[in-house]
């Protein structure tokens, strides 16, 4: 998600105010993925719940690697907020899932930790996928200008640009589709919650 609003101002033209507002809805869809993903954890449980929000992100990040300069914004919007929805779906699974192997006493130890882990791995994410993202613009730059005796317009830059971050959410996509059958097996282990877990899936769905 962190490339969508830099394809959206530097691609598409579009200003940081309006690129916020295309993406509201997408915040609204992600309050509500997770707040009904508790009352759907009990009807479906954590393991069907957790696919189902995985093929989410796998779909719409697969999708986003074919964006290019004339993908309408209607499309966009849509884009995210069916991905929103599967982060929701997904990420509560996970959390419920982990704390209910932890015991009552180390709750509060186990519940910093997690949070913890999300801040580093998402800031390792976007640093690599950064990395990623501006090797492969560097490619794309260079095939476009030995085409242009090396030079490059605004149009050609514009198309590096996408280019690279089709390559990034193509990238992504295939470590997304190698994590669901790793979701399936840990996901069945973890529904099954430790002896003296603390039940925390309970107490996350209430609230």
Known sequence: VFFMPLFLEEVKGLSPYTTGMLFLPAAVCLSLATFWSGRLNRKFGPVKLLFAGSLLLLATTYYFS??????????????????????????????????????????????????????????????????????????????????????????DRQLAYTLGIQDTFLAVSWIIALALPISLVMGKRLAVPAPGGNRADTNLERR
Do not use: Q
């Open 66 to 155: 074919h964006i290019n300069l004339n993908t309408s914004l209607i499309a966009i919007m849509a884009g995210l907020m069916i991905r929103n929805i599967g982060t929701g779906l997904s990420s509560t699974p996970v959390t419920n899932m982990s704390m209910s192997h932890v015991p009552i006493s180390y709750a509060g130890h186990a519940s910093a930790l997690i949070n913890w882990l999300r801040s580093i791995f998402s800031a390792m994410a976007i640093g690599i996928c950064t990395s990623f993202f501006h090797a492969r613009l560097a490619i794309h730059e260079k095939h476009l200008s030995a085409g242009n005796g090396g030079e490059l317009d605004n149009l």
